[in-house]
């Protein structure tokens, strides 16, 4: 199955992000799963203030990640990252489950910045 990680890290260093980031990858890795690729967003606000292990966030720094893998390791990642005092926030989404759905599906998720409020209306 084809899943999407959007993760939230605690703005600061970028060699937390890539730790995290490393750490979800090598789970699906050594489980037999197979990841698409990583998509670094970079650093921006959060639409509203967020506490997390008895923090509070403006900001974060946002990462995806696309990968294959079975459900069990999917709730692992889940788990993994949930524990992780550096996270503030994260999903993952199920993008499908046959090869028809998932087969053109590319690893690199782009930044939509043509579309505007008008073009939604």
């Not at 403006?58 to 893998?69: L, N, T, V």
């Not at 579309?115 to 209306?121: L, Q």
Request: proline share 3%; aromatic share 8%; charged share 25%.
């Amino acid at each position: 199955m084809l899943y999407e990680l959007i993760a939230i890290v605690r703005p600061g260093s970028l060699n937390e992000v890539r730790e995290i980031a490393r750490n979800a990858g090598v789970q699906v890795i050594r489980s037999g799963g197979v990841v698409r690729g990583f998509t670094n967003w970079g650093a921006f606000r959060l639409p509203k203030v967020t506490t997390k292990h008895q923090a509070r966030y403006s900001e974060g720094h946002h990462f995806i990640m696309r990968f294959d893998c079975s459900g069990p390791v999917q709730t692992s990642i889940r788990r993994t990252l949930g524990l992780d005092p550096r996270m503030i926030n994260f999903s993952v989404v199920k993008l499908g489950d046959k090869l028809e759905e998932i087969k053109d599906v590319e690893g690199k998720v782009e930044w939509n910045k043509t579309r505007s409020i008008a073009d939604t209306i």
